[in-house]
């Protein structure tokens, strides 16, 4: 059971980290924090690319890979 454990907790440091990255890498829609710090002197252009589009899936799938890994941690840490 240590060894689910320790996987688990190693699991979430890294895609904590990782999912931390990815959102960094987002672009910034305006309107926010982003202008002030010149992130409002991007181009208008609405239409998104598919890396943008691909940044976006990538990042959901880490997003739900670390809610699993808190879920599966939190049922780990009660049961054992």
Known sequence: MDVLRISLQVL???????????????????????????????????GSSMAERNLNRFTVAVALSWAVS?????VVQRFA
Do not use: N, Q, R, Y
């Not at 808190?70 to 939190?74: C, F, Q, S």
């Open 12 to 46: 979430l440091a890294l895609t904590s980290l990782f999912l931390t990255l990815l959102i960094l890498m987002h672009k910034g829609k305006g309107g926010g924090l982003s202008d002030m710090f010149g992130g409002g002197m991007s181009s208008s252009l609405s």
């Open 70 to 74: 808190v879920i599966l941690l939190g």
